[in-house]
């Protein structure tokens, strides 16, 4: 099978697509992303499908999180530390709490890019090209800035290196060791309810932890973990240029990220993110919105995953929290009768956003943690396994979604809003939101091996 030409790609239809009007700029940052090293290599994505593949069979648990739209600004190591941070506290509370391996991916190193419901933005009066993440244009709101840029891909790839060298530097250099669980928590966090509840079990790993060594177990065992990165693959030329023949198996890989996954948006059957991603070897997803049918999902496992290999696909449930209980049990049921081998994680974010009346886009914690409620009572109800979570989230204080432990409110929302698409949760609010899941997980059974 080949890989097809980008060209092909963009006359099979591609949405939400930039525009991009300097084609001799397009052509020459193309040829440059086309020579650049890999970001990630062949085997690592190998190892990710693997650990997807225990998911698939209900061994495993998937966190997915991150930003909403990463900002090349933002890529800092505080802040990449900061990210990391909580989704290894989530992660350390949802194996030990409910005793079950968890996967861990970071919407990280890749998410530049974000679809928009409209190509223009009007500000009092004055119409401009929408914001469409760092990789395409700027968020300040000016012609110069919300030009589209082919440049600024060739920006993207180099933040997203630096980035995975940080995040491999704290993996593999002792941040991640699980002896610092304590460090891992700040004075904030600290001195809230869900932070004091998160030292007592940091308490107890540590007890175990030093028991483990006392009998003999080998400390270099909690020193790293495995870290993976994900964005959505979204710009056919980025993801274009960064897709490789692997030298081990002659087969495309897409190396700008280990799992990329395709929107709501862009989904369809015969568009050109579905074809493109349809050829490459890594581990995939798609997003499944409430108006996805059976037949739709169906189709689209057959299109992605014709081998139906464990691991290689994720169905990623966005529905709300109105409708996942609706919506969510004739997918999962026809999908497991057809004998589809995927993995279904839920996206508790993008159905429950709404703004608020100071204009701010926000969530309502209640609601992400009804839609998580909703999607583990459907599994429940048909016997299948709830394989994970996908959140957008930050390590910082942030006031952007309403409500949780610390009791947020709308009026609240100004206080430290910095998210410059859609609303994420703090650091408290992810946490919270672990030990919460950590409960449901709790009382699902987990197959063993005989």
Known sequence: MTFPELATLHAQG????????????????????????????????????????????????????????????????????????????????????????????GRIAGQYAKPRSSDLETRDGVTLPAYRGDAVNGYEFTPESREHRPERLLDVYNTSAATLNLVRAFVTGGYADLRQVHDWNTDFVRSSPVGKRYERLAREIQRALTFMEAIGADPDEFHRVDFHSSHEALILEYEHALTRIDSRTDKPYDVSGHFLWIGERTRRLDGAHVEMLSHIQNPIGVKLGPTTSADDAIALAQKLNPENEPGRLTFITRMGAKRIREALPELVEKVTAAGIQVAWVCDPMHGNTFEASSGYKTRRFEDVM?????????????????????????????????????????????????????????????????????????????????
């Open 370 to 450: 009804d839609e998580v409620q909703g999607f583990f009572d459907v599994h429940r109800a048909l016997g299948t396994w709830p394989g994970g979570l996908h959140v957008e989230l930050t390590g910082d204080n942030v006031t952007e979604c309403v409500g949780g432990g610390e009791d947020l409110l709308e009026a609240d929302l100004a206080n430290s809003y910095e998210s410059v698409c859609d609303p994420r949760l703090n650091r408290v609010q992810s946490l919270e939101l672990a030990f919460l899941v950590a409960e449901m997980l709790s009382e699902v059974h987990v197959p063993t091996e005989d």
């Open 14 to 105: 591609a949405s939400q697509q930039p525009t991009w009007n300097d084609r001799d700029a397009v052509d020459t940052t193309y040829a440059r992303l086309r020579a650049v090293p890999p970001l990630v290599f062949a085997g690592e994505c190998d190892d990710l499908k693997a650990k997807l593949a225990a998911v698939t069979r209900g061994e495993a648990f998937l966190l997915q999180g991150g930003d909403c739209a990463e900002t090349l600004a933002g890529a800092t190591a505080d802040n990449v530390r900061a990210k990391l941070r909580v989704l290894l506290q989530m992660a350390v509370v949802l194996t030990y709490a409910a005793s079950v391996p968890v996967v861990k991916l």
